[in-house]
């Protein structure tokens, strides 16, 4: 399965961009071995409409149209369902032989997401239920994807 990783807003160069970029290369090595690619990280710049449904809109729609046909879209909300780390796993593994090519993880912007996201979406997950900065979820989306990898291929990475 083809994963992306979708986010409004970009990661200047700094410790956080480091440190999500060593995630997501740690994922893209180990990833092939079980059947999950890393395709690629879409970051597209906040909207600057001057109301903030407008500007979930116009992020929305750069989603919408960075989104492969027919591919699964998980979005991030703090509203989400909550998952331990090898639920995560066991729920992209499900996803990964559901039979499904692609699969997206969105990071709205700071305004949140387009409601009519959540009607098209097959999971929105949370990373917990306090707001995290934009920043930290790319952080842990990353980190959460190569543990993941490792909770599926029986790598000792993570440890209960």
Same mark, same amino acid.
């Given at each position: ?32 071995a079980? @059947?999950?690619? %890393? &395709?690629?990280?879409? #970051?597209?710049?906040? $909207?600057?409409? =001057?109301? *903030?449904?407008?500007?979930k ?12 046909? @027919?591919?699964? %879209? &998980?979005?991030?909300? #703090?509203?989400?369902? $909550?998952?331990d =780390?090898? *639920? ?10 559901s ?17 009519a ?29 190569y ?13 209960v």
């Amino acid at each position: 399965m083809r994963i992306s990783l979708f986010a409004v807003g970009r990661l200047k160069a700094g410790p956080e961009k480091d440190l999500a970029s060593r995630y997501l290369d740690r994922f893209a090595k180990a990833g092939p071995a079980i @059947g999950l690619e %890393l &395709v690629r990280v879409t #970051e597209v710049p906040e $909207s600057k409409a =001057s109301n *903030a449904e407008t500007r979930k809109r116009d992020e929305a729609a750069a989603l919408e149209k960075a989104l492969p046909d @027919g591919a699964l %879209l &998980v979005l991030l909300d #703090e509203r989400g369902k $909550s998952l331990d =780390s090898e *639920a995560f796993a066991d729920t992209l593994g499900r996803f990964r032989d559901s039979g499904k090519r692609d699969l997206m993880v969105a990071v709205g912007g700071a305004d949140g997401l387009d409601p009519a996201l959540y009607a098209r979406a097959d999971m929105v997950l949370n990373l917990g239920s306090m707001t995290w900065p934009h920043q930290l979820v790319r952080i842990l989306i990353a980190e959460q994807l190569y543990r993941a990898v490792t909770i599926l291929s029986g790598h000792p990475y993570h440890r209960v």
